[in-house]
C-alpha cells in the first residue's frame, strides 16, 4: 500500500513538473483522438431516428522536437431507418509534425495555439449495408490542423483532412475530406520513468 501511495505521487509529480516541459519536445508522448462527427436526429413524420459518429483514438512519440510518429484506430457508424447502415474502419500508423517556421508562427491566434501537419497510411474502408458503393484497402490521409492547449498538458483541437481509400469492393477508391475535432494529452515520459526508477530504487 505504502508502494503505490508513493508511486502515485510519483505521478502526481510527473503531472506537476509537466507544466515547465514543451509540449511537443522530444521524449513526450500524445495520447487522445478525434471526433469526427457525433449526431442523433429525431427524424419528422414517424421515420425514427438517425445516428452519425465517428472515433479515432490515436497515440504518438516525439522522436524529435516536434515530430511524432505513432499509430490510430478508426471507427464510424452512421445509420438511418430505411437507408441502411455504413460503417467505416481503419487502422495505421501516423505523423504529426508542429510547424516552426517564424512566419507560420505569427499567423496563430494565440500563444497556447500551435498549427501542425498530419498524414497517415494504413488498412481501411467504407462498407454500406445497403450495397451501396464499399471500398476496402489502402487507407491515406493528409492535413493541416490546430491545437489550442487549455492547459500545457492539454489541447482541443481541429483537424482539417483529405482521406483517401484505394482497393477492392464494389467502388475502388473512396475520397473524402473530413473536418474532426478532438483533444490530446501530452505526457513527459522521460521524466516519469525517471521518477518511477527514483521511486523502485528506494
Known amino acids: 500500500m505504502k508502494r503505490i501511495f508513493k508511486l502515485t505521487l510519483a505521478a502526481a509529480a510527473v503531472f506537476c513538473s509537466s507544466i515547465a516541459v514543451a509540449q511537443t519536445q522530444q521524449g513526450n508522448m500524445m495520447v487522445g483522438g478525434d471526433i469526427s462527427s457525433f449526431n ?24 524529435k522536437d516536434g515530430l511524432a510518429l505513432g499509430g490510430y484506430v478508426n471507427f464510424g457508424l452512421s445509420t438511418a431507418k430505411d437507408q441502411g447502415t455504413k460503417t467505416t474502419y481503419g487502422i495505421g500508423a501516423l505523423g504529426r509534425y508542429f510547424l516552426e517556421d517564424q512566419k507560420v508562427r505569427k499567423m496563430e491566434f494565440s500563444k497556447r495555439s500551435r498549427f501542425f501537419v498530419e498524414a497517415n ?7 454500406y449495408s445497403g ?4 471500398t476496402n484497402g489502402l487507407d491515406l490521409g493528409v492535413g ?12 482541443l483541437e481541429a483537424l482539417l483532412k483529405y482521406n ?3 482497393g477492392f469492393g464494389s467502388a475502388t477508391t473512396s475520397n473524402r475530406l473530413n473536418l474532426a475535432v478532438g483533444f490530446q494529452v501530452y ?4 521524466k516519469a ?9 528506494k
Open 40 to 63: 442523433l436526429e429525431f427524424l419528422g413524420g414517424g421515420s425514427g431516428t438517425a445516428f452519425d459518429m465517428s472515433l479515432t483514438p490515436k497515440v504518438a512519440y516525439f522522436i
Open 121 to 127: 497510411a494504413g488498412f481501411g474502408g467504407r462498407n
Open 131 to 134: 450495397g451501396g458503393g464499399s
Open 144 to 155: 493541416p490542423g490546430i491545437a489550442y492547449f487549455i492547459t500545457p498538458n492539454v489541447s
Open 164 to 166: 483517401l481509400t484505394v
Open 187 to 190: 505526457l513527459p515520459t522521460a
Open 193 to 201: 520513468r525517471e521518477l518511477i526508477r527514483e521511486e523502485r530504487g
